[in-house]
């Protein structure tokens, strides 16, 4: 099983990026997944989660307007379409996955996690 994140990058004050979560191994049509962040000496955070089976999704206050998650289950893939950003949403983010299917931010129920890809927003 594995999840492989894509799209970051580099990114001015309020431009636009795409982050594209692509599972092999698994279905994702049976999970849920979420978008998390990290910054270096901060705790990792929910961004955005969504029950792929039957697209209840839910936004971390900080996502809430600007950002939208969805998935294309014909490709196991999870977007995180993230617009507006600053530099405040920089950091290294992180796609999960969880067998149950619960949308949820409580790392210990996800099963299965990407390597991390780096979102950079300069001012």
């Known amino acids: 099983v594995q999840l492989v994140e894509s799209g970051g990058g580099s990114v001015q004050t309020g431009g636009s990026l795409t982050l594209s979560c692509t599972a092999s191994?698994?279905?994702?049509?049976?999970?849920?997944v979420a978008w998390f962040r990290q910054v270096p000496g901060k705790e990792r955070e929910g961004v955005a989660c969504?029950?792929?089976?039957?697209?209840?999704?839910d936004y971390e206050k900080a996502a809430k307007g600007r950002f939208t998650i969805s998935s294309d289950i014909s490709r196991d893939t999870v977007y995180l379409r993230m617009t507006k950003l600053t530099p405040e949403d920089t950091a290294l983010y992180y796609c999960?996955?969880?067998?149950?299917?619960?949308?949820?931010?409580?790392?210990?129920?996800?099963?299965?996690w990407g390597q991390g890809i780096q979102v950079t927003v300069t001012s």
């Open positions: 999960a996955a969880e067998e149950a299917g619960f949308c949820t931010y409580v790392e210990r129920r996800y099963d299965h």
């Open positions: 191994g698994l279905l994702l049509g049976d999970y849920g």
């Open positions: 969504i029950h792929v089976g039957d697209g209840s999704k």
